[in-house]
Structure formats: C-alpha cells, structure tokens
C-alpha cells in the first residue's frame, strides 16, 4: 500500500489538477491521508502540500487537515528564523569584507517564492572562496556559529577528498545554540563553476530586509539539479529542488532569459541532471514553461546526454514505487567511491572512520551495523533489473565521475 501511497502524494504535488484531484481521492479510498501528512513534513514540503490543498479544493480528513495546519504554523515560524539567521550571516560576512553565495535554500527563498514561509531550509548554504573558509568562520562565531568539536578544517579537508558521500563538494557545518546550521562550501565539486566564477555572475537578492548575493538562476538551477544526484533522485529527499527548478522555469519565462540563460548553462556545466529533471516534471503535468525549458535543454543535449537523462528520470520513478536505492548499491557502480574509501583507511582509518560514522549519523540519523548493510546490498541485488542499474550507473558516473 506504501507503494501507492507514495505514487498518489507526488501526484498531489506535481501532478495536473486533474491527476492530483483523482490521486487525493485514492488517498482518501486507502485511507492514506495521515501517511501523506506525515510524509509531507520529512520531505519538507509542508507548505507545498498545504497550498495544492487549498488551491485544487482537496478535501482530506477534517480531523488530520486540522492537525496539518498547526504543524504549517509551526513549520513557518520555524523556517522564518532560520532564513532571516542565514541572511544576517551572509550581510555580516559582506561587512566583514568576505565575498559569499547564497544558493539552495536562501537563494530560492528570496527570488523564486512571494513569500519567505513559503520555501522551508533547514540550514544555510553560503559558499565563500578556498582561501577566505577561516576568515568567515572567525567572522561567524560572531554570531555564535562555531565548528564542531574535533574538527580541524585542514583534516577535515583531508577527509573530504575521500568521502564518497559528498560527491567532491566541500563544506564544513557551523551550528549555533538554538540548533540551526550554516553549511559553509567552498568548493561545489562541479567544473565550471568555481566561486570565483559564480561570484562574478551572482545576483543582489533581498530577504528580511538584509542584502546579500545569491548565485544567479542559471547556476542555481545547474547546482539544484546538482544537489538532486547526491540524493540520489530519491523523492523523499528532493522534492524542494523539483519545486524550485519549477518556479525558476516560470521565473525564465516571465523575464525573458530563457534561451541565452540555457545556453550559457550547457556551456558551462553537465546539463543531463536538468534535463532529467525538467523531464520529470513535464510527464507529471505538463506546463508550458517546463516543457519549453526542457524542450530546449533536449535540443542542446547530445543523443548520449538525452538518453542518460532517460536513464535519470526512470530511475527517479522506480524509487517513487519502491523506495530510496540503498547508498551501498550506488558505490558499485563507480570505481571513484572504493578508491576513496582506501585512500582513508590507508591514511588515517581511525579518523577516517569516526568522521565517517559522524557524517552518516547526521545524515541518516543512525549507523547500521556492517552485517545488515550486507544484507541490504545482498538484497538489492537479488531484485536489480537491467532498466534499474542503467539508471544508478549513470547516477553513478554524474555523482562521482570527471566530466561533471
């Protein structure tokens, strides 16, 4: 049932009214309801899911609709913060003297969406060059950002160059007391786009009154898309990025860059991950904006590139029906992971290790033991169809290969 579950909620989210109306309804007939509620809150769209409620006249449960409408007010006050925390430390970092990128959440929040409450973050992505990461995390701790207990920026570095779990992107977590993150990137393991670049061709964006620059829409878009192959394409993890690559189609549209802006990306950056994306988008409603977005990715695409995102937005379905791939599985696919892997364990394995298990409990909330990760790979790989190792070893190659 969790199956149809997951298929009908996308629906309620992406798909056309008339899709969406048919697959709340199928909720409602299974009883489902409570599961999409709950679903909505550890996908982060809370605010999504509440305004295609309102806007397509859905009628859920009376009972658990109201129970949903506190957890909105409390997931806007909560988001609230955490934008106007993150947009204060992008202005302190500039009267510092420090250049910094918003992007992901930040950026999304101050272009794309009317109001700030409508986009929920979770943390703060700021992006600042190599050679500026320990001015601005003296300048942070102004703010009572700080960097983990233990974590040395130099061998944090070091490990970073052999954790297959962040795909070449570099960034360090600095927390406050009330809990709330700021991930500091300076590098965002993608040729072509390389702070210094980014920063000549940001945007100045407003949020809580507080002025800062954000990556243009062009590479947000690229470095959305981006973000989508570390999660894998797992629903459960990049619905906010189907949302924003959304609204920047619509964005393209209403200001005419659509064209040049596309162009400059296919020079600049792999456009498969959008392509794939956009694609998605089109089969579950079939906007005009989207499709011409997609419809022009696919004509700067090459055959390979358009049947790579093929590869892409099949896969992105089957995890829909079944569930996340497991990350074990995805590291078969790619040599780059277990070289990595050595590279640490032959360096320095405690260390290695313990940032290791640090970083996959934050992630994933908990480590399973080694014996039963076995067992799961064991298990995937019993069920592997050839459709579905197409699309993870090309999740593989953009996740983990050169030519990104």
Known sequence: MNKVWRESLVKVLFGSPIAARAAAVQLSVDEGWAWAFRSAETWNVVPQLSARIETLGLEPPVTQREAFKRVLIETFARCASRGKKGAVALQRLDQAGIPALAFKGLASMARLYPTPAKRTIRDADILVAPERVRDAVESLSGLNFTVPDGYDLDRWDHFLD???????????????????????????GLTGMKPDLLLSRSDSLTLFGCSFRGVSVGDALILTARHSIRENLAVDFICRDLFDIQLSCHWLATHGDMDPVLDSMARSASIVPL????QVLVSLADEREVRQVAGRLSDLASPTERQSAEHLQQLFFEQVSGGPIGKDLLYL????PAKQILAGAVTNWREYRTFMRSMEEKLDGEVDPLGRRVWNLASSLKDLGLKRWRGIRELGRLKYGDDV
């Open 275 to 278: 392509l794939a994306l956009t």
């Open 333 to 336: 696919s790619h040599s780059r």
């Open 162 to 188: 052999r954790s297959p779990g962040f795909s070449r992107n570099k960034a360090i977590a600095l927390a406050e007391p009330g809990g709330f993150e700021i991930d500091l990137h300076w590098s965002l």
